[in-house]
Structures are given as structure tokens and as C-alpha cells.
T-cell receptor, first 111, second 114 residues
Framework: SQELEQSPQSLIVQEGKNLTINCTSS?????LYWYKQKYGEGLIFLMM?????EEKSHEKITAKLDEKKQQSSLHITASQPSHAGIYLC???????????FGKGTRLSVIA | KAGVTQTPRYLIKTRGQQVTLSCSPI?????VSWYQQTPGQGLQFLFE???????NKGNFPGRFSGRQFSNSRSEMNVSTLELGDSALYLC?????????????FGPGTRLTVL
């Protein structure tokens, strides 16, 4: 079965700094999703990537899917306290399989 | 449009009891998926329903069951609760079943088993 490994597990950055979170799959990805979760709450959809080499941006968050479609990175530019939370990557390895999620990366942004 | 709603938000039960959680998807969405989230195992897929039919099922014991009604609302039931069932249960809805459909998540139901 497919497994997703996220790194780092947790991250503390100073406000204004850039950061990157990685998500590596044990299998080729059919689709890769990034979600953000505030502690104990539901997940907020950030982006979905499907094509190898694809890159999407929303506000100060950019996500990329590598050419081989086995790794994705999420990059936050000029981090703000509002970026704090748990970032989860989720993936499908075919069109009819449910999402598999990584364990998450806990991001703290300090002033 | 109203988002995905889950009731109740918090629940405390004792071992051996059973529990029913409810999820109302976004209007017009016919697919509902359920997930269990724990600190140790992370987010794990329970099952997916589309048009009242179970499409996929995760690797959970038969104590976990679910159903979907004609209005797309879904319930999940856990019988004979165990301490390890304490978790945040999330449901997500999407317009269609299958791949590459954005899933919208509810706020979750936090279940504590004592």
C-alpha cells in the first residue's frame, strides 16, 4: 500500500522567514493534495497537483510535484503567525482509491 | 453554501458502549468519506459512500460501520467501544466519487472513550 512520509515532523520558524515542507511517496502519485489543519479542527484544502513538474501558488504558499511524481514540496514565503498549523499531504495512487495521508508537519511561527 | 457539518462535536463514552456520529455534506455533494485521526496513526481512511453505496472501505474492524441516506447525509457507528477508538473523526464531502475531486472536510467529532 502507498505510504507518505513528511519531513520535517515539526518546524519552528521566525516570522518573516521562508520554509519548506516535503512529502515523499513510496509509489507514483496519481494526485497529491495539500491541506492545512488547525489543532483539533477539520482540514482546509490548499492545493492539488497532478502533473509531473506542476507548480501551483496561492498567496504566499507554493507547492510543486516533481517530474517523477513521487515527491512534493510546500514552500511558504515570508511566514506569518496565520501560517501556523499542521500541514498534511494526501495522495491517490489511482482514480478509485481513497486518499492516504502523511503524518503531518506541525508549523509554529514565532514573532 | 454551508460547509460540511458534523454532530456532535464532542462525545465521551465508556468502553463497551456504542456511538453514532453524523455528517451532513455540502449541498449537492453526493460523496462522503470518513477518516479517523489519532496522534499515533495520523489520518486514516474509514470508508467512502456515494449515492448510498459504500465505494471503498479502509482497514478497520467490523465494529466500524456506516451508511448514507438518500439526502447524502451519512452516519458512522462504532460498536463495543475500546479505549483505542478515542480519536478525532472527520468526514469529508465531494461532488463526485473517484479521483481528483477536492474533498471538503468538516470540523470533526472528538470521541473520548473512558
Amino acid at each position: 500500500s502507498q505510504e507518505l512520509e513528511q519531513s520535517p515532523q515539526s518546524l519552528i520558524v521566525q516570522e518573516g522567514k521562508n520554509l519548506t515542507i516535503n512529502c515523499t511517496s513510496s509509489k507514483t502519485l496519481y494526485g497529491l493534495y495539500w491541506y492545512k489543519q488547525k489543532y483539533g479542527e477539520g482540514l482546509i484544502f490548499l492545493m492539488m497537483l497532478q502533473k509531473g513538474g506542476e507548480e501551483k501558488s496561492h498567496e504566499k504558499i507554493t507547492a510543486k510535484l516533481d517530474e517523477k511524481k513521487q515527491q512534493s514540496s510546500l514552500h511558504i514565503t515570508a511566514s506569518q503567525p496565520s501560517h501556523a498549523g499542521i500541514y498534511l499531504c494526501g495522495a491517490e495512487n489511482s482514480g478509485n482509491t481513497p486518499l492516504v495521508f502523511g503524518k503531518g508537519t506541525r508549523l509554529s511561527v514565532i514573532a | 453554501k454551508a460547509g460540511v457539518t458534523q454532530t456532535p462535536r464532542y462525545l465521551i463514552k465508556t468502553r463497551g458502549q456504542q456511538v453514532t456520529l453524523s455528517c451532513s455534506p455540502i449541498s449537492g455533494h453526493r460523496s462522503v468519506s470518513w477518516y479517523q485521526q489519532t496522534p499515533g496513526q495520523g489520518l486514516q481512511f474509514l470508508f467512502e459512500y456515494f449515492s448510498e453505496t459504500q465505494r471503498n472501505k479502509g482497514n478497520f474492524p467490523g465494529r466500524f460501520s456506516g451508511r448514507q441516506f438518500s439526502n447524502s447525509r451519512s452516519e458512522m457507528n462504532v460498536s463495543t467501544l475500546e479505549l483505542g477508538d478515542s480519536a478525532l473523526y472527520l468526514c469529508a464531502s465531494s461532488e463526485l466519487a473517484g479521483g481528483l475531486n477536492e474533498q471538503f472536510f468538516g470540523p470533526g467529532t472528538r470521541l473520548t472513550v473512558l
